[in-house]
């Protein structure tokens, strides 16, 4: 078992799987899918792999989508994209934007896959993909049944969608649609963007800017092994939210509804892990919220034991136990962080 995933998975992690291919049309999809299935074989599809963390080698297919293809339609008030799910993310932002189809300026420099990007309804920049998702196309690859779910079947919330449920975790995301209005309204509303207002703004000057601050905050896998934010930004009640600001005062939240929205990274700056080297994982110091493998050479438990000591320091602090965004892949497939990430207190 020698067929490296280091260079598709952003986490830079040296591990084995047992069979890779790399797809361009669904039909070969579905016949590896089945062939592999029906040997008892774990199989599991990825887009670019930088949403997750292999504990160790993988015991089974790993399936490499790039099964391509934009289609556009427009009607008198929208226009509508039809993109099929092995395209990239950010090509795909830049493709609308020189075809002047305005909207997803602030997803700018997400990486992954458009098919994984419903997954967990990715956002930045006040903006997420449930503002423009119209449906998104699933396939059983064993039945070959396809069904079409709209905006609202999907479920879409922070960092979450049905595709996360327990039911859909055995469909494929096979394309999406987008609608986009054609009457372009900027979107300011994230702390960081709004003096941009009144600057005579464009969605070309918004992708700029965007683009620049993330190259600033988020380090280049290349560089850093990373998956982005290791851990989703909590809701907490709002009483025991204004009890944690009496002690911490300067702790920055935003109120949401009937909740306080915290900040992930502020939580773990306070415990101080950016003085922490274990074996070779830190966190970037200038986005405490990301977990790098510095020379990327350490190993997926090694950034999940340094995973679990943020857990547990930030858990016993501020008693808020964070979730993982990111997804746990172990020899035969994705496991539930709970195993790893309990709150003992309960
Ligand atoms: P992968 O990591 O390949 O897969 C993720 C999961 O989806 C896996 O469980 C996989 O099996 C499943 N999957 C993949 N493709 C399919 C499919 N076609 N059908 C069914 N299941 C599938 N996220 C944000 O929301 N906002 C950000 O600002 C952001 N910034 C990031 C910055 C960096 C530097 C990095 C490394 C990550 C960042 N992320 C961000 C996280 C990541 O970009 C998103 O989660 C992205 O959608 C993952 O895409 P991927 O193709 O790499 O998915
Ligand atoms: N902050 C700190 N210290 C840190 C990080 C953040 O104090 O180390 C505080 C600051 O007050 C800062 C605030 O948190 O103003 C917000 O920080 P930032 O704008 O960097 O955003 P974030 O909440 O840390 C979220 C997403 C990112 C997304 C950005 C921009 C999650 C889990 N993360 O990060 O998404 O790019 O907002 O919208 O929601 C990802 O999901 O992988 C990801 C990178």
Redesign the pocket.
Known sequence: MNNSLKILNTFNLKVNVYKIFLIKDLKKLCQLWEKYKKKYYPCLILGEGSNVLFLNDFYGLVIINRIKGIYIRESKKYWNLHVNSGENWHKLVKFTIKKKIYGLENLALIPGCVGSAPIQNI????SSIKDFCQYVDIIDPVSKKIKRLNNKDCQFKY?NSVFKHKNYKKYIIISIGLFLPKKWIPNLK???LKHLKNHNITPQKIFNYICNI?KK??PHPKIYGN???F???PYISLQKGFKLLQIFPNM?YVLKNNYMKL????L??QCNFSKFLYKGVTVYS?????IVNKFNNSSGMDILNFAIKIYNTVGNKFDIWLEP?VRIIDNYGEINPLIYFKNNNN
């Not at 956002?123 to 006040?126: C, K, V």
């Not at 900040?263 to 502020?266: E, T």
Request: with cysteine; net charge positive.
């Open positions: 956002g930045a920049y006040g960092r994230y702390h960081c993330r905050k988020i998956a982005g934010s851990f989703k930004n920055p900040s992930a990274g502020w773990i700056n200038k986005q405490s919220l990301i965004e």
